[in-house]
């Protein structure tokens, strides 16, 4: 009989398929993105602000140049980040959560958040172990809980409410294996901001029932419509049991930096130092240096707020017109999200954008079975507004064409 290696595998991992025998309909994996791009196609399934467009702040290309220029990131950085960039990320705790961290005990950079997300939930989750998360939310959510041998447990919200919480749908699915919640927030894909009292509620439930909460705060820096942002890590009875996760590269537009962060009480953070080198090496030491950089210019977050709060709204103008399809004007970030269940399933749809606009777009099935129906649009793809108004304007005459085909006026 032929070896198989993969009947060696840990279950947990075997099945994973990373485009090289199949090909695989996800935006991240295998060469897929990059023959369709080769080939003319537009790529707007990245959630990276800009992209592919050059997008370096002036101070942070000025910081990492000169930092590759002393010779000295040849050299590692300490493995929970060099202390420079913990103190910088201290003082911009501090201004948007008002919490007064130590550098020292509270903070450890991740390279990126992606890593810096499955680092948080590590330490927690055994075999069996159940996970609350409320759907649609980031993708990676069920498979890193899938790898640390726990259960993604899928907790409904639904457009009409704007995606609120529903505290009696978490209750419905609380077992004695429920050991965390797992939350997006802002979220991807919806882009919503979950409020205030919702946020309480869900607090008053997750230290009702002891529960841990790992909330991934990637979207945070950039929230519209002067919508109030919380980090439930400042809600009463919730330091102590909260791992936040954030990232430079969704606020500041340094996805290529591979710096993410986590905060968390120095109980938890003592075991997060304790591994950090196992799991997480170092982060880059060039990029450190940028990243210390753009925390310290004032300018960027301001600058990238207001071309990224005209984006969303050139998205929703031309958008939201397409016949049969709902949408909102986006709470946060860099996303657009639309209701195209009258004109087919999220998958039919993407695939039919990619044929006909040559668009890559995301199916928001992806992000849970909250998502079917829907489609996310990196409305930030491109430096220039009239670069991505035409992809929006390719975008929104196929789907009218569409449209019209199927009756919808
Ligand atoms: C919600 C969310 N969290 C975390 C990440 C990971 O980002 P990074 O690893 O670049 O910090 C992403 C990336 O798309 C994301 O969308």
Known sequence: MAFDIKTKMNGRFRDLQGGLFLSVEKADVGE??????????????WADMFYPDPSIPESVLKATVEALETGFPSHYTLPIGMLELRQALAEHIEKKDGLKL?????????????????????PFLEAGDEV???DPCYASNYL???????KAVSVPTWYDDNYRIHIEEMEKRLTNRTK??????????????????????????????????????AFEDHIFDGIEFVSPCTLPGMWERTVTVCSMSKGYGLSGYRIGYLYADDHMMDVYYGAAVNVLGAPNTMSTFGCIAALHDDTILPGYKERLDRRRMLAYGILSAIPGVRMRPSESG????????????????????REEALIMVNPGSQYGACGEGFIRIVSACFSDDGDAAACFERI?????????????A
Not at 337 to 342: C, E, G, T
Not at 396 to 408: H, N, Q, R, V
């Open 32 to 45: 897929g993105a990059a023959k369709f791009q080769a080939a003319g196609g537009v790529n707007m399934a």
């Open 102 to 122: 130590d550098p020292s005990r509270n903070i450890l950079i991740a390279p990126g958040s992606d890593s810096g997300l499955m680092m948080a939930m590590m």
């Open 132 to 134: 609350l998360v409320p």
């Open 144 to 150: 890193n809980c899938t790898l640390l041998g726990a």
């Open 180 to 217: 965390m919640v797992l939350l997006t927030h802002p979220n991807n894909p919806t882009t919503v901001v979950y409020r205030k009292d919702n946020l309480e509620e869900l607090a008053k439930f997750i230290v009702d029932n002891d529960l841990v909460l790992v909330c991934d705060q």
């Open 334 to 353: 860099i996303l657009s999200w639309l209701d195209v269940s009258r004109l087919g399933t999220s998958q039919e749809i993407v695939d039919y954008l």
């Open 396 to 408: 929104a005459d196929a789907l009218t064409k569409l449209a019209k085909e199927k009756g919808i």
